[in-house]
């Protein structure tokens, strides 16, 4: 693969990224909107979140072996197809009042979301070791400024009062734009990378011997933890400020565009940082930030010290998911490893948030985060297991 391929990959990899990151804090920032026009509870929000959580689930235990069968091209294309249709159904749920159209509609764009991230993953895990640079908190970050972008158009679009057919009108147009222009230069490394190693048995038997692996189960727990960490705030973050903290609707978004700006710095900076810290060293950072964040949202009663607070959040719970996914590549069967680490990390990411909304329904949405400081801290604990493998390799790349 010569440089302009390399380019061309890396792009196309950045720009599918962008687009799930997007399209899911586009219908993020519009929540409030939503559990206001149906009339529901924060128990029953919690329970129509559950949707995309039920999409994403499934597919997310479906994807290894979807890409095992199809390949990688094929799979992100029926992504693209579920996320799009997912975005048309929850418009006309909306339009219609309907609390069951949302759920279907979050079931299909859970799908979606996840067929192209585990994809994203696989394929940028794989691309990462050919290319023997460090991009996989640069295509996160990609995820992340997609999610920043989403969210600072859903409010202007809020603030100046757009309708909502409009706003998902032109999500659904630079879906389109993006995919039709960065699929056809997608790499297949993974594929590659399959066929020069040697394994035996079929996917499931090759899940089941690297899951004997203590060291990628550590990393299972830390990527639990912070996918966690991130998935609660992109699905409660909006309605927290709101019923926690007693800001306004468009308070509330500018506060959750803060946590994506977080996330998005975090990530963005963090190739250039862990190049010269070492892997261990900024997980443990980023764990403790996310901590102290979590914390001062929680216990604070000031609602301006809690919404400057979400900055550390956004910041800490930023570089988790690339570091302990590039860790968990490293050695024999990294396709079959990553995509191990991605769905454990996905799972965290989109099926443990809709769970707080029933502890919030009682104790409030602030004691809902208390769970998740409680999984960040283990995370501190545990991420010594990303350092090994990743020292070895940087060290052969000087």
């Given at each position: 693969?010569?440089?302009?391929?390399?380019?061309?990959?890396?792009?196309?990899?950045?720009?599918?990224?962008?687009?799930?990151?997007?399209?899911?804090?586009?219908?993020?920032?519009?929540?409030?909107?939503?559990?206001?026009?149906?009339?529901?509870?924060?128990?029953?929000?919690?329970?129509?979140?559950?949707?995309?959580?039920?999409?994403?689930?499934?597919?997310?235990?479906?994807?290894?072996?979807?890409?095992?069968?199809?390949?990688?091209?094929?799979v992100m294309r029926y992504g693209f197809v579920l996320l799009l249709s997912g975005v048309a159904v929850m418009l006309a749920a909306l339009l219609l009042h309907n609390a069951y159209?949302?759920?279907?509609?979050?079931?299909?764009?859970?799908?979606?979301?996840?067929?192209?991230?585990?994809?994203?993953?696989?394929?940028?895990?794989?691309?990462?070791?050919?290319?023997?640079?460090?991009?996989?908190?640069?295509?996160?970050?990609?995820?992340?400024?997609?999610?920043?972008?989403?969210?600072?158009?859903?409010?202007?679009?809020?603030?100046?009062?757009?309708?909502?057919?409009?706003?998902?009108?032109?999500?659904?147009?630079?879906?389109?734009?993006?995919?039709?222009?960065?699929?056809?230069?997608?790499?297949?490394?993974?594929?590659?990378?399959?066929?020069?190693?040697?394994?035996?048995?079929?996917?499931?038997?090759?899940?089941?011997?690297?899951?004997?692996?203590?060291?990628?189960?550590?990393?299972?727990?830390?990527?639990?933890?912070?996918?966690?960490?991130?998935?609660?705030?992109?699905?409660?973050?909006?309605?927290?400020?709101?019923?926690?903290?007693?800001?306004?609707?468009?308070?509330?978004?500018?506060?959750?565009?803060?946590?994506?700006?977080?996330?998005?710095?975090?990530?963005?900076?963090?190739?250039?940082?862990?190049?010269?810290?070492?892997?261990?060293?900024?997980?443990?950072?980023?764990?403790?930030?996310?901590?102290?964040?979590?914390?001062?949202?929680?216990?604070?009663?000031?609602?301006?010290?809690?919404?400057?607070?979400?900055?550390?959040?956004?910041?800490?719970?930023?570089?988790?998911?690339?570091?302990?996914?590039?860790?968990?590549?490293?050695?024999?069967?990294?396709?079959?490893?990553?995509?191990?680490?991605?769905?454990?990390?996905?799972?965290?990411?989109?099926?443990?948030?809709?769970?707080?909304?029933?502890?919030?329904?009682?104790?409030?949405?602030?004691?809902?985060?208390?769970?998740?400081?409680?999984?960040?801290?283990?995370?501190?604990?545990?991420?010594?297991?990303?350092?090994?493998?990743?020292?070895?390799?940087?060290?052969?790349?000087?």
């Open positions: 693969m010569n440089l302009q391929q390399q380019l061309r990959g890396k792009w196309a990899i950045y720009g599918l990224m962008f687009l799930p990151g997007f399209t899911w804090a586009s219908w993020v920032s519009r929540t409030p909107f939503m559990r206001d026009i149906l009339h529901a509870s924060t128990e029953m929000m919690g329970l129509i979140l559950f949707g995309f959580s039920c999409g994403s689930m499934l597919c997310v235990l479906l994807a290894g072996k979807l890409i095992a069968h199809c390949g990688t091209s094929r159209g949302v759920f279907a509609s979050l079931v299909l764009l859970g799908g979606g979301t996840a067929l192209i991230d585990v994809v994203i993953n696989v394929e940028g895990a794989a691309f990462e070791r050919l290319i023997g640079k460090s991009i996989m908190t640069t295509i996160h970050g990609f995820f992340s400024f997609g999610t920043l972008i989403g969210a600072l158009s859903g409010l202007a679009m809020t603030a100046a009062d757009i309708s909502i057919s409009w706003h998902f009108a032109a999500v659904v147009l630079v879906n389109l734009l993006i995919v039709s222009t960065a699929l056809r230069h997608l790499p297949a490394t993974s594929g590659s990378e399959r066929h020069e190693q040697d394994h035996s048995g079929g996917f499931l038997a090759q899940v089941g011997r690297e899951l004997r692996d203590r060291q990628l189960l550590i990393l299972g727990v830390v990527i639990l933890a912070m996918a966690l960490a991130e998935g609660s705030a992109n699905d409660w973050l909006p309605l927290l400020m709101i019923d926690g903290h007693n800001l306004n609707h468009t308070q509330s978004t500018l506060v959750y565009a803060g946590f994506t700006a977080g996330m998005t710095v975090g990530r963005f900076l963090g190739g250039y940082v862990v190049d010269r810290v070492g892997r261990v060293l900024v997980l443990r950072a980023s764990a403790f930030s996310a901590a102290l964040g979590l914390a001062m949202v929680i216990f604070s009663n000031n609602q301006w010290l809690a919404a400057a607070a979400v900055l550390f959040w956004g910041i800490g719970a930023s570089l988790g998911f690339p570091l302990t996914v590039s860790a968990a590549g490293d050695g024999q069967n990294s396709a079959v490893r990553v995509t191990i680490a991605a769905t454990l990390g996905y799972l965290a990411f989109l099926v443990g948030p809709p769970g707080l909304g029933f502890i919030g329904e009682h104790a409030g949405l602030r004691m809902a985060m208390l769970p998740v400081l409680v999984m960040v801290l283990l995370a501190l604990v545990c991420a010594g297991a990303a350092g090994s493998r990743y020292l070895k390799k940087a060290d052969q790349s000087v």
